[in-house]
């Protein structure tokens, strides 16, 4: 069984402060992907990192594939109170998707 | 990308009864699959749909309780049987390809 271990759990900031989110495995995954999710509705896929080492940015958010394939992490740079919400990372193995616990994000004005 | 739609949104059932949930696809999947979420956490994936053979269960999960029906690749149902309220939850579809899955909206169910 493959486990995708996500931190932190919660997290509580201010705006314009930045953040970091982590998913760590043992296992290699052949892509993974970051979704966010608000509540009432389904996760909204963010991005999707395939190339160990692979770095991507979307708007203030940018993130990084472990070059081994195992790891991931999410960067927001200055955050909003837009931002609020739930961040899945989800690792990719023969189609099927593993979930890390989630990490939920708050953003106070 | 792919858009995903369900029904009902969210139902209040009586124990005992079932549900079935429907998931449909805009375009061509070529997977796709069934998950359960409580609120705030993560999800787990109940089941692979299968177009027109069996779905595939994940420990903990089975055919019985939780019949799974996709006769084409836009299409899947989810149906919740006999239910509890322990079977309370949001439960999700997802359609994708092997790099990427896209998630509906959910269904959220209360069983009382």
């Known amino acids: 069984t493959q486990l995708l271990e996500q931190s932190p759990q919660f997290l509580s900031i201010q705006e314009g402060e930045n953040l970091t989110v982590y998913c760590n495995s043992s296992s290699v995954f052949s892509s993974l992907q970051w979704y966010r999710q608000e509540p009432g509705e389904g996760p909204v896929l963010l991005v999707t990192?395939?190339?160990?080492?692979e770095v991507k940015k979307l708007k203030r958010l940018t993130f990084q594939f472990g070059d081994a394939r195992k790891d991931s992490s999410l960067h927001i740079t200055a955050a909003q109170p837009g931002d609020t919400g739930l961040y899945l990372c989800?690792?990719?193995?023969?189609?099927?998707?593993?979930f890390g616990q989630g990490t939920i994000l708050t953003v106070h004005p | 990308s792919a858009v995903i739609s369900q029904k009902p949104s969210r139902d209040i059932c009586q124990r005992g009864t079932s549900l079935t949930i429907q998931c449909q696809v805009d375009s061509q999947v070529t997977m796709m699959f069934w998950y359960r979420q409580q609120p705030g956490q993560s999800l787990t994936l109940i089941a692979t749909?299968?177009?027109?053979?069996?779905?595939?269960?994940e420990s903990g999960f089975v055919i019985d309780k939780f019949p799974i029906s996709r006769p084409n690749l836009t299409f899947s149902t989810l149906t919740v049987s006999n239910m509890s309220p322990e079977d309370s939850s949001i439960y999700l579809c997802s359609g994708g390809n092997q790099e990427t899955q896209y998630f509906g909206p959910g269904t959220r169910l209360l069983v009382l």
């Open positions: 749909a299968n177009q027109g053979s069996e779905a595939t269960y």
């Open positions: 989800g690792g990719t193995s023969y189609g099927k998707l593993t």
């Open positions: 990192v395939v190339t160990g080492g």
